[in-house]
């Protein structure tokens, strides 16, 4: 069965820069195992391809717990250089939600 991971998780975006965090965080600790088991730097990559330019480097907060995407070159250049509508990536943390996984 494949679920999206908006249907076992939520998300939070950050910025710096040009620089854009993801975090993800499941509903019930018990999916963390599958979150961190299906959810690797190379499938969040591949998903946000049209977006993300730069490497995506994945940190595992397991006393949260979360995952953590550190997303390089995905705000086209940044809060004040950027003529996109979302200069925050505040949009990319839903983004991230659509993912499909195996549940």
Same mark, same amino acid.
């Given at each position: ?34 979150? $961190?088991? !299906?959810?690797?730097?190379?499938? %969040?990559?591949?998903? =946000?391809?049209?977006?993300?330019? /730069?490497?995506?480097?994945? #940190? ?10 550190? $997303?390089? !070159?995905?705000?086209?250049?940044? %809060?004040?250089?950027? =003529?996109?509508?979302?200069?925050? /990536?505040?949009?990319?943390? #839903? ?9």
């Amino acid at each position: 069965m494949t679920i999206k991971l908006y249907d076992i998780a939520h998300s939070r975006a950050g910025d710096k820069g040009n620089t854009l965090t993801l975090s993800l965080i499941p509903f019930k600790a018990d999916d963390y195992p599958l979150l $961190c088991a !299906q959810v690797t730097a190379e499938t %969040v990559k591949q998903h =946000l391809s049209a977006i993300v330019a /730069g490497e995506i480097t994945r #940190y595992e907060l397991p006393h949260l717990p979360a995952l953590q995407f550190v $997303c390089q !070159q995905a705000l086209t250049g940044g %809060v004040t250089t950027s =003529l996109t509508m979302d200069t925050h /990536g505040k949009s990319l943390s #839903y983004a991230l939600l659509e993912l499909w996984i195996e549940g």
